[in-house]
């Protein structure tokens, strides 16, 4: 049942992904001014992590893409995060994390190998989102400003998800996603 639960979210996550489900505030936010597109593409790893809430709370999955996306002169990163209960009846209905946030950066380096240098940021609060629904297979999506796209430079997109579990006395946890592939 846990298996069927997880493979069945990772399952809807990826389809929203891929045919480009956004949520209502993203798609207020795209403007013909700012047309870069507002989804990862559907090759870009999902990045998942099972956390277990403390008493009666059930365990949730949370996954991310993060990506790099160019539109004309312009490149941003993007992160897209989904979640949802592992279980399928929910015991505890109490306040789940304390904070939740993602820090989104767009990098840049001279080379393949070079050493990346953080070009913008932007983090993102998304604890009343994540503390009021047990699920989202749509996702948010946390995107840095946008940057003029010089092609000397290879970009990508890299992140950071911190979290505090309500109740649990352990503090901040920090989830380091994997960077998005280079792009040139």
């Known amino acids: 049942m846990i298996k069927r639960s997880a493979a069945r979210f990772l399952a809807v996550a990826m389809a929203a992904s891929a045919f ?5 505030a993203a798609a207020s936010s795209a403007t ?3 047309p870069v597109q507002h989804m990862c593409p559907d090759s870009t790893p999902l990045q998942s992590r099972w956390i277990d809430l403390p008493g009666l709370k059930p365990t949730m999955i949370h996954s991310a893409h993060v990506c790099s996306r160019r539109s004309g002169a312009s490149i941003k990163s993007m992160v897209r995060l989904y979640w949802q209960i592992e279980e399928d009846v929910i015991q505890d209905r109490s306040k789940r994390y304390t904070s939740f946030k993602v820090t ?3 990098e840049r380096r001279s080379g393949a190998s070079g050493a990346d240098s953080v070009v913008t940021t932007k983090a993102c609060d998304v604890t009343n989102e994540v503390n009021g629904d047990y699920g989202n297979s749509v996702g948010l999506e946390c995107a840095s400003p946008s940057a003029t796209f010089d092609p000397a430079y290879k970009w990508s997109g890299d992140a950071a998800i911190v979290y505090d579990i309500e109740g649990d006395n352990k503090g901040p946890i920090t989830w380091k996603l994997t960077g998005s592939a280079l792009t040139s």
Do not use: Q, V
Request: charged letters at 20%; glycine letters at 18%.
């Open 20 to 24: 480009g489900g956004i949520n209502a």
């Open 104 to 106: 989104n950066r767009l």
């Open 32 to 34: 013909a001014a700012d």
